[in-house]
């Protein structure tokens, strides 16, 4: 009687020796990052080029990833920025009118590994319970595997806490952005005439975010992370916006603190931040933020705005938050997290800076938050 059972072509390695073996698809080699897993339904290709997933594999814990193929309109960023993802199902054929290429020749195309055929299920609660693991991933069409070595790979990762991943995914010089959000039967279409000049901070910024930006009436310029309090207000704008983006924000905060402080000392200027944006912001204003156990990720996380008692359904990405019982005199806490109380939202008491811990681009709800860009808009017309 002979063996039938394939053999498995790709290897996920847990830093504490855990081992799931499956089959890999997309490009082959190996990777060494942290785990998280995200519980969207749609979106995967979003998710795997959101430059704020740099530095980590991503568990999907939706079975059908795959199922709608790939397209260039929905990238994020040029190339994924995940290192790699975990399916439970092989990626099926693309079956969506606006799909130009499968999944596994996409990841394959620009280095990145899939491994499917895992109980994702016992994987994500492995990571709720022992919180964000470091992982090896090895995909090897012959399935030969050193096992002790994948381990030690894992076991060596050094982790994100620490880590400045912003200079890594941020842009190297300034641009212009003024395509605006997609839209049935044109797609994308330019601003052409804006109301308001925006700088743009790019720790890592999603396309959708510039997009929005510009649908709201602005004139968006994006100037690297590094920018200093010099460069924003060179530009003349009438709001300052800070991006999401990877690692860990205290690490970030090194050379973008003085920046937003400086801003907010020197200028008058509406200030509008999301996820890391938002992290950037609480430090330069005296809080600090923390690890979290395994992060948010995801696109069904309720928050309720405490200002207004509403609740919005939002897409997050995020393994650092702002510690609430950390916030200076001054500054209030406009959101929480209705799943663990964790803030997501900040606002200065006495001037319109503000921001948020979740993606409002990203339109889980599907409009639920777009108001808070229209709020950066309408804090811009108030000044001029």
Same mark, same amino acid.
């Given at each position: 009687m002979t063996d039938t059972q394939p053999k498995p072509t790709a290897c996920l390695a847990l830093a504490d020796g855990?081992?799931?073996?499956?089959?890999?698809?997309?490009?082959?080699?190996?990777?060494?990052?942290?785990l998280c897993f995200n519980t969207a339904m749609t979106g995967y290709q979003e998710i795997m080029t959101d430059p704020s997933y740099a530095g980590q594999v991503v568990t999907f814990t939706f079975p059908h990833i795959g199922n709608v193929g790939v397209n260039p309109e929905d990238d994020e960023t040029s190339d994924?920025?995940?290192?790699?993802?975990?399916?439970?199902?092989?990626?099926?054929?693309?079956?969506? $009118?606006?799909s130009t290429g499968e999944l596994g020749d996409w990841l394959a195309r620009t280095g990145r590994i899939g491994i499917g055929g895992i109980d994702t299920r016992r994987l994500?609660?492995? &990571?709720?319970?022992?919180? @964000?693991?470091?992982?090896?991933l090895a995909h090897d069409p012959e399935g030969n595997f050193d096992i002790e070595a994948l381990i030690s790979a894992a076991r060596s990762f050094p982790g994100l806490v620490g880590l400045d991943l912003a200079k890594d995914v941020?842009?190297?010089?300034?641009?212009?952005? +003024?395509?605006?959000?997609?839209? $049935?039967?044109?797609?994308?279409?330019?601003?052409? @005439? *804006?109301?308001?000049k925006v700088v743009a901070i790019d720790y890592g910024a999603k396309r959708n975010i510039l997009r929005c930006l510009a649908s709201a009436g602005c004139d968006v310029t994006v100037l690297p992370a590094t920018a200093t309090?010099? +460069?924003?207000? @060179?530009?003349?704008? +009438?709001?300052?916006?800070?991006?999401?983006?990877?690692? +860990?924000?205290? @690490?970030?905060?090194?050379?973008?603190? *003085?920046? &937003?402080?400086?801003v907010l000392e020197k200028s008058d200027l509406p200030v509008f931040g999301i996820c890391l944006g938002h992290q950037m912001l609480a430090l330069a204003l005296g809080a600090k933020t923390v690890k979290m156990n395994h992060g948010h990720h995801g696109a069904n996380h309720p928050v309720k705005d405490l200002e207004t008692g509403k609740v919005e359904i939002t897409s997050m990405n995020h393994g650092f938050t702002v510690d609430s019982q950390t916030l200076p005199d001054g500054v209030k806490e406009t959101h929480v997290s209705l799943f663990d109380g964790s803030n997501c939202g900040i606002r200065m008491a006495d001037r319109p800076?503000?921001?948020?811990?979740?993606?409002?681009?990203?339109?889980?709800? *599907?409009?639920d938050s777009y108001y808070l860009f229209e709020r950066f808009a309408d804090a811009m017309a108030a000044r001029v």
């Open positions: 855990t081992l799931f073996l499956g089959k890999g698809f997309g490009a082959t080699g190996q990777k060494v990052a942290e994924p920025v995940a290192e790699g993802l975990v399916v439970k199902w092989d990626p099926t054929e693309p079956s969506n $009118w606006r994500t609660r492995a &990571i709720r319970q022992q919180g @964000a693991p470091h992982v090896a941020t842009c190297s010089q300034s641009y212009r952005w +003024d395509e605006m959000r997609w839209a $049935w039967p044109e797609g994308y279409s330019r601003q052409t @005439a *804006p109301k308001f309090t010099e +460069d924003v207000l @060179a530009q003349n704008p +009438d709001g300052v916006f800070l991006s999401n983006g990877p690692g +860990d924000p205290a @690490a970030t905060g090194e050379y973008a603190v *003085p920046m &937003i402080q400086g800076v503000f921001s948020v811990q979740y993606h409002p681009e990203a339109s889980p709800g *599907p409009m």
